[in-house]
């Protein structure tokens, strides 16, 4: 007997069959050793579809063909239905071996079984051969695709209910990994196990994705797999072409459409927020209502099995499809102007929405709401000598949208005199490396601002040139206690302005910087910048932020750094970077405009369109890992946060020098738990350890003598963040340390 597996899969209790099902004792070969069962409503028509139902582990058919409720919509919309029920001989969790290479290639295993429940349905009863489909939870969804891999022939489409891709796994240790989100591949490694699985060329089978965001049996990252897998069998990109936050008016569906190159869908998902292991439905009597609640069945008012019929298309419902607008042009007018136009090519919208981007690859956000049959628009207060990226998103009542292709136009350089010098010139905030500046804008042709800085007075520098309609800038990475003098003039294609009135100020004193890190990780979210991650933290002293590192897998163009007050990323940021280009690996982003956060509150960073490397575990305790909006708790990325605290706390008024700074003294592991290492290889000692609470108080101390290789138990401590001082004969140098 195999091995016991994916108990954790657990199906639900025994509920009786909604209608009696039939069982099929000899359908032909079965080299699987599974069971079939049979349902076939009252008064089906000839030329019927057909639907293979596939249940989770420790389930039946009669349990989940009760939960499911795929009975009553057969006897509606009259379709044939098989209900597959894998044998405790075969598995003692009665899961089907989604995982075993003997059980998921074509001709072989369960696999073949399965195909040849179809063929007894095809050969006795009148069925439409290109209306077959399959549908499956947790290991029946892994199964799912593996029928739709292995016979891309025999099915024209697949719903997937908390599944995983075709042959992420082939061991029962891979298969844990991948339902845990530890296996990433990439779309084209993914695509190629469909590819190799059978010597088909296509049409391919079409699939739609229902999972639960806090799915954490089967986790919810497996959703995008699949999406990335099947895109690529169809070879077409990971970019949604539609996409509606809230499905039939429910905030808790979201549902996302990817289309071929001629506009068909090929891959749907159906993100249900909050949900965990378990199918949707919506028990009622409704059109599209049904399904029975269960351990593994929640009621979210959405009646997954209905709309998995409904992308079958055996439901007789009209698709849910917009027709995108087509011939969108941009054309740029003035240097401030450009002018949209393009052909309305649907019926029953509610809007269109105009999204601009300044990097064709970058974040699009919607400058303008337009009321049904616009078709042109005028984008104005551009900045010179600038290129604009556009698509036109056109969106109907229930907030389906469908977008345009990308255009893009570059504003003309403007000016045909010298620009009218900007006035008013001030200091807005000042820190111990930072001095913000704000000015007015007099001119309407400018194409940039030049800022310009002196440390005397007299002999100037330029330091920034900025865009057209600028206002303000922020001088970064000044010396502490140190005066700047500043001033600004306009240009455009003519000439420059005058000056603006010359303003100095002076930095304040020296400034500790503190670091939050999480330095560990290899795991992939997701190969690609398609998505936006990030990390919460908890700051570990009142201060500003000046600097955020992440890890990331990708070089970023255009993204967007977003910073929330609490664990969240949906609430309005407190802080705004867009602009954000970076190569691959550990990479430092520099804050425009530091800001301030308190002491033990938690906050939360996120890159938008970037990838960034993550821990399989908690490691850091302040927080946790952020994918879209989703929060993983179970994980981490790789990050480093800087605070600058300024000058007034007691370890900045010892003359602590940063860690940046720092040469020759480590703190490992960090965070810790049981036993921590201070080593030093500095010759001015004598010197001594000491370790501070977050409230200043000293809690351990060690006069030290020679290179110090120091190791302290800190199984009695307390959880928490901490400070490690070395103070030697000249210098006195910090590392905060977070205890778990």
């Known amino acids: 007997m195999k091995k016991l597996f994916l108990s954790i899969m657990m199906g639900v209790y025994f509920l009786s069959a909604q209608s009696q099902l039939s069982l099929v004792s000899n359908f032909g070969s079965n080299p699987g050793n599974l069971s079939m069962y049979r349902y076939t409503p009252a008064n089906i028509p000839a030329n019927a579809p057909l639907v293979l139902v596939l249940h989770g582990c420790t389930q039946s058919a009669s349990t989940y063909a009760s939960e499911s409720d795929w009975n009553s919509l057969a006897d509606t919309y009259k379709f044939h239905l098989i209900y597959a029920e894998q044998k405790s001989s075969n598995n003692s969790s009665k899961c089907f071996n989604w995982f075993e290479t003997g059980d998921i290639n074509r001709g072989s295993g369960e696999a073949a079984s399965l195909k040849n429940m179809t063929d007894y349905m095809k050969n006795n009863y009148s069925i439409d051969n290109s209306r077959v489909f399959v549908t499956g939870f947790s290991a029946g969804g892994a199964m799912t695709t593996v029928m739709l891999a292995a016979y891309p022939d025999v099915f024209s489409a697949g719903a997937v209910m908390s599944g995983l891709p075709y042959k992420v796994a082939t061991s029962s240790n891979s298969a844990f990994q991948a339902m845990y989100g530890n296996v990433n591949q990439t779309p084209t490694q993914l695509g190629n196990s469909v590819r190799n699985a059978s010597s088909h060329t296509g049409p391919w089978p079409t699939v739609g994705v229902f999972h639960g965001t806090s799915d954490y049996t089967v986790y919810y990252m497996n959703q995008n797999e699949i999406m990335e897998q099947w895109t690529n069998v169809h070879g077409t990109d990971q970019t949604a072409d539609a996409e509606n936050g809230a499905f039939q008016g429910n905030s808790v569906v979201s549902r996302k459409e990817y289309r071929d190159g001629s506009g068909n869908p090929v891959v749907v998902t159906y993100s249900l927020s909050g949900m965990g292991h378990a199918i949707a439905i919506d028990p009622g009597s409704g059109a599209t209502q049904g399904g029975n609640t269960g351990s593994y069945a929640s009621d979210v008012n959405f009646f997954s099995s209905y709309w998995s019929a409904e992308f079958f298309g055996i439901t007789g419902a009209p698709p849910i499809s917009l027709s995108p607008p087509t011939n969108v042009s941009a054309t740029a007018v003035s240097s401030s102007q450009i002018n949209l136009s393009w052909t309305d090519n649907e019926s029953t919208e509610s809007a269109y929405l105009v999204k601009r981007s300044t990097s064709s690859g970058g974040t699009y956000s919607t400058i303008a709401t337009l009321a049904p049959n616009t078709t042109s628009y005028s984008n104005t207060a551009l900045a010179a000598s600038t290129t604009y990226y556009y698509k036109i998103v056109v969106q109907d009542a229930n907030s389906n949208t469908a977008s345009s292709g990308i255009v893009s136009a570059t504003t003309s350089s403007g000016g045909s005199s010298n620009p009218p010098a900007p006035s008013g010139l001030a200091t807005t905030s000042i820190t111990t490396s930072s001095i913000g500046l704000s000015w007015q804008d007099n001119s309407s042709d400018e194409n940039n601002f030049v800022v310009e800085r002196s440390t005397n007075g007299s002999s100037y520098s330029v330091i920034a040139t900025l865009s057209a309609n600028s206002t303000s800038y922020s001088n970064t990475g000044l010396t502490p206690s140190s005066t700047y003098y500043y001033r600004v003039k306009a240009q455009n294609s003519y000439g420059s302005s005058g000056y603006t009135s010359a303003v100095s100020a002076t930095t304040s004193g020296t400034a500790t910087v503190v670091t939050i890190e999480q330095l560990t990780g290899t795991g992939i979210f997701t190969y690609g910048n398609a998505h936006h991650m990030g990390q919460s933290f908890t700051a570990i002293a009142n201060g500003q932020i000046i600097e955020i590192e992440a890890n990331l897998v990708y070089a970023i163009s255009g993204s967007t750094l977003k910073i929330f007050s609490g664990n969240t990323t949906t609430d309005t940021p407190i802080y705004q970077q867009s602009g954000v280009s970076k190569g691959s690996g550990w990479q430092t982003i520099t804050l425009s405009q530091p800001v301030s956060v ?143």
């Open 598 to 740: 308190s002491n033990n509150s938690v906050y939360t960073f996120q890159l938008t369109n970037a990838s960034i490397k993550y821990a399989y575990s908690n490691v850091y305790s302040g927080g946790n890992l952020w994918y879209d909006d989703i929060s993983y708790s179970p994980f981490d990325v790789g990050f480093i946060v800087s605070i600058s605290t300024g000058s007034s706390s007691r370890l900045a008024a010892e003359g602590i020098t940063p860690e940046s700074n720092q040469v020759g003294f480590r703190v490992f592991p960090n965070p810790a738990s049981e036993l921590l290492h201070v080593t030093s290889d500095l010759d001015d000692l004598p010197g001594v350890i000491e370790i501070y609470s977050l409230s200043g108080k000293v809690v351990y101390q060690k006069a030290m003598a020679g290179k110090i290789d120091e190791r302290i138990h800190l199984s009695e401590w307390t959880p928490g963040i901490y400070t490690v001082v070395l103070q030697t004969g000249h210098q006195r140098l910090t590392h905060k340390l977070i205890i778990h």
